[in-house]
């Protein structure tokens, strides 16, 4: 079951974190892997890992938020099977604190990456019969969070986003589904927490942890399981679908 066996994969953001975790994933499960990411560094040590581990990868170093590196990245591939827009930066600041430049920094990565991925991707599955879509939304589309008005907006985006490609192209045999993940312990988190509170380090993870229901933070992996099951044919009658993934933060009061 969940074998993606000779499928083209590109994953958006794959260099680190939840891009990388499903990259692994779905090399190891048979996808040819096309990371897309900014950061050469990260990128290449993926693909690295996944070739010595007999998986087959490459990266690209593509601003999403570029239409034409966009098109010219997926040309060159050709054919894709499976599109994961995982690519996303995170902003800090309420609607009164948020600067335009961050407003539009933030809705040029999150919504604008993946409005071009979708429009350099969609052609090509059209051509071949057929793909599968998987945005990376957030419980940020769902609930209100503190300080995550950019942030969120995208992300709200994102979901309504899945919505109308699954709509538009039913016909098409494109499924599009997304994943809403709350916090995930990530090198990003652990950043984070060093940067804003080099001093207790420990105690602010701990509190972040037991801020999600289940009482600690999802793990990479956890959200690569569900994201290649959503593009897998086991998952074939299923589009137009988002999945929050979040130790029971939305649903589960505590």
Not at 96 to 112: I, Y
Not at 206 to 228: D, H, N, T, V, Y
């Amino acid at each position: 079951m969940f074998s993606i066996q000779n499928k083209s994969a590109i994953i958006t953001g794959g260099g680190s974190g939840i891009g990388k975790a499903i990259a692994e994933l779905f090399a190891k499960q048979g996808a040819t892997v096309h990371i897309i990411d900014l950061d050469e560094q990260s990128a290449s040590a993926t693909v690295n890992e996944i070739q010595q581990n007999g998986g087959k990868a490459s990266y690209h170093i593509c601003d999403v938020s570029k239409q034409q590196q966009v098109l010219d990245v997926f040309n060159s591939i050709g054919q894709i099977d499976i599109l994961v827009n995982n690519a996303g930066i995170a902003h800090v600041g309420a609607a009164a604190t948020t600067s335009e430049a961050d407003f539009d920094r933030v809705m040029n990565v999150n919504v604008k990456g993946a409005y071009n991925c979708l429009f350099a991707a969609i052609p090509l599955m059209k051509a071949k019969g057929g793909g599968v879509i998987l945005n990376t939304a957030s419980i940020a589309a769902s609930v209100g969070l503190v300080d995550r008005f950019a942030y969120s907006t995208s992300k709200g985006a994102i979901f309504a986003m899945t919505l109308s490609v699954a709509r538009d192209y039913l016909h098409d045999n494109i499924r599009c589904n997304s994943i809403s993940p709350a916090r995930v312990h990530t090198p990003f988190v652990d950043g984070f927490i060093a940067k804003n509170y080099p001093d207790n380090q420990q105690e602010i993870f701990e509190k972040l942890s037991k801020s999600q229901p289940i009482g600690r933070m999802g793990k990479p992996e956890e959200i690569a399981a569900l994201a290649l099951y959503l593009c897998s044919d086991e998952a074939g009658f299923i589009t137009g679908c988002d999945y929050p993934i979040d130790g029971g933060f939305i649903k589960i009061n505590t």
